[in-house]
């Protein structure tokens, strides 16, 4: 960190915020909204691979609260059923598990989006916040010092800012600035994703397929149509891609044991290579990190997402404290405060997660016994049942901040 204070000559932000996808957007109108003078340094460019979202729990209570969701519920299809299946035709394999929301008392788990959708509803809504300041452009230096973080944009616009809110994904240069080291495991998978219609209805439910290299699940969009993340074995997924329309509606016809009737598939296929990363810290010298800059898990449980909302949700919700007493919004005890808000819900997610994935994956019989017999006493117990999903949902440690009426007061 550099000793100096705020160099003269450039414009001061309470708050700027590094980066435009979903996490660093929803942060960006959270904290406008506190009333925080806030910048966002993001491009307007198209998203760019075929995503979906599964949003849980508080996430789209936190995007009501935003006046996001209006713009974007009647894109997304609602999630009632969530099966697990085990397909990985093993010796000793785990029972079928259904979860339904109406045994927890709620008409919805949530809701699955594409995620070009969900930017373009948090796109038009950061248009219409008076407070917040647009920077189309990248951050290209980002200098941490006493008193502020100080940023030069690739077409040389100077900022400084009091914090900074890094939401620039894996790669985050703002993570670099502020000197926070990542433990990073590679996982021996890759997702594929694509979009599919098909003849049958899937009546919102999702299901998912366990196969010994990772999950393949079908998760509802609107209409007769399904999003589909297939994890397989680096090798194995390079072959599904490579595969022609046809022979791809077939593979996932096959897969999915044809409960969606006749598959074809859309336009548009992404890879992406999985990767655990945890981050040291989520915040040091001025900069906190929300999103995949704070946390990266393979896509099990639709989690990801649903916990860079509830970054976005804890940064704005600390700011808004420490302003409202006076305090500065980067200082140390701020971002203690942020970091005493995620540690558990980010620590035990990717705990959870990664076993799930390993048990999965691991060919060891006392492995696959315990897994299936997890997986049995949660399908047969029903109090066990719903533990789990609520848990899936929301931490239940979590105080109501998402979605409090005193939120955005
Ligand atoms: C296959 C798959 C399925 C998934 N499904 C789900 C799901 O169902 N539910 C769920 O909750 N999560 C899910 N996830 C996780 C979810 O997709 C991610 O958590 C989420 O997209 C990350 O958003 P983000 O805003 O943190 O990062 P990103 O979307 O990566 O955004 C980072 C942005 O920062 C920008 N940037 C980088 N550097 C700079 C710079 N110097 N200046 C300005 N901008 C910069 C980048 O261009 C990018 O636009 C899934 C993930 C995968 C891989």
Known sequence: MNDASAPSGSDTYDVVVIGGGPAGLAAAIALAQTGATT?????????????????????????????????????????????????TGRLIRAPEVRFSCDEIGLDVFGYNIEN????????????????????????????????????RTGQGESLSARLVVGADGRQSPCREAAGIEVKRRELNQAALTFNISHSRPHRNISTEFHTSQGPCVFVPLPGDRSSVVWVAAPKEAERLIALSDG??????????????????????????????????????????????AAHVLPPIGAQGLNMGLRDAADIADVVRHAMASGEDPGAPQTLRRYALARRAD??????????????????LLPMQSLRAAGLHLIGSFGPLRRIAMREG?????????????????
């Open 39 to 87: 910048a966002l340094i993001a491009r307007l460019a198209p998203y760019a691979d075929n995503r979906t979202t599964a949003l849980l729990g508080g996430s789209i209570d936190f995007l009501q609260t935003l006046e996001v969701w209006p713009h974007a519920k009647d894109k997304a299809a609602e999630l009632q059923v969530m099966r697990l299946v085990d397909d």
């Open 116 to 151: 070009r959708l969900l930017l373009a509803a948090l796109e038009q809504r950061a248009a219409e916040i008076p407070g917040l300041t647009r920077f189309d452009d990248e951050a290209a230096a980002i200098s941490p010092h006493d008193e502020v973080v100080t940023i």
């Open 393 to 409: 949902l929301a931490p239940s440690w979590r105080s109501p901040r998402v979605g409090r009426s005193d939120f955005l007061s």
């Open 247 to 292: 022979e791809l509606s077939e593979a996932a016809e096959k897969q999915s044991h044809s409960i969606l009737g006749r598959i074809s598939v859309e336009p548009g296929r992404h890879l992406f290579p999985l990767a655990i990363e945890q981050p040291r810290q989520v915040a040091q010298h001025r900069i906190a990190l929300v999103g995949e």
């Open 346 to 363: 980010v620590a035990s997610r990717t705990f959870v997660i990664d076993i799930a994935n390993r048990s999965l994956l691991s060919a």
